[in-house]
């Protein structure tokens, strides 16, 4: 299945949101909760289709409390038949790679994981995952691709994070991460390792980074505030970060709050911690750009 580009060239913008229109959308504050490195790649994306982006980065990484274990999990990756990365940050945190053994399969839950696999040498062929057209982009999405793979015997590993929770991740004296975060599953994983388990397949977890809530500056703080005083949109990509905003901004006022958020579960997070409105669209930037679009400048969908 071909991997997508993330980022649509800037003059293949969508119909949604044709050049002329551009200029109307100058003045539509988005903000990008990302993690810092996918966050830069869509902050240029928006801007270059004619939003106003800041990056308000709600989550950060660090290494794992076991270097030795995932170092282990490198050198054993001819024993499974197919490793799943739960996201483009594991993927990233799981290399180098000496070489990737032959017969071995990717899953990855969206295409942003995908891409990063492609970027580090695996072969599109060798990889799976949803379907271009899926109405989400996750575990259960991935599910139906990947389920012919298993039967008895086969081993699957899933390389994922682990999380601090109620703690922050941010720089400590010696290039440590503080505090160590401690193991944590997410729902969607758990219930993909269940659907292997009852195929006959064994499962195994390997750790490669440390997330938590990151550490912002006062000026970060402020941009927030400005933020919500301008009425910008926040892009929520995991319901993780939706609570690390709440507590970032335990004071601040979400009445009048917009978000949009790319997955059921996140937009039920925001409107739980008091979102005024949100809107839906896949992780897909051509998918985000067109609600934003329709919700900045409903003109742009028209005609």
Not at 195 to 200: D, L, P, R, T, W
Request: aromatic share 6%; glycine share 8%.
């Amino acid at each position: 299945m071909p991997v997508p580009e993330l980022v649509p060239p800037a003059t293949a913008v969508p119909s949604v949101v044709r050049a002329g229109d551009q200029a109307s959308l100058r003045g539509c504050p988005v903000v990008v909760t990302r993690p810092e490195r996918e966050a830069a790649v869509w902050v240029s994306a928006l801007s270059a289709h004619g939003f106003a982006p800041v990056a308000l980065p709600l989550m950060a990484f660090g290494p794992p409390a076991d270097m030795a274990a995932l170092q282990a999990c490198r050198q054993r990756l001819a024993d499974y038949s197919a490793v799943m990365f739960v996201s483009p940050q594991a993927v990233h945190a799981f290399w180098p790679v000496a070489a990737w053994p032959v017969g071995v399969r990717c899953w990855a839950p969206g295409p942003g994981t995908a891409r990063a696999l492609y970027q580090l040498g695996i072969p599109e062929n060798a990889i799976d995952q949803p379907a271009t057209d899926a109405a989400q982009f996750d575990s259960e999405a991935l599910w139906p691709v990947v389920r012919a793979q298993l039967r008895p015997g086969v081993r699957v590993l899933v390389v994922r994070g682990e999380q601090a929770a109620d703690r922050v991740v941010g720089p400590a004296p010696g290039g440590a991460v503080s505090p160590q975060a401690q193991p944590s599953q997410g729902s969607g994983r758990e219930w993909l390792a269940r659907q292997c388990e009852q195929a006959g397949a064994l499962v195994d977890f390997c750790v490669a980074y440390g997330r938590g809530m990151p550490v912002w500056t006062q000026q970060q703080h402020a941009l927030a505030e400005r933020a919500l005083a301008q009425g910008a949109i926040w892009l929520l990509s995991s319901s993780e970060s939706v609570g690390h905003l709440k507590q970032l901004q335990p004071v601040s006022n979400w009445a009048g709050a917009r978000a949009l958020a790319t997955h059921p579960r996140i937009a039920t997070s925001a409107l739980a911690m008091g979102f005024a409105e949100v809107r839906m669209a896949r992780p897909a930037m051509a998918d985000v750009l067109s609600t934003l679009a329709s919700w900045c400048h409903p003109q742009a969908s028209s005609g």
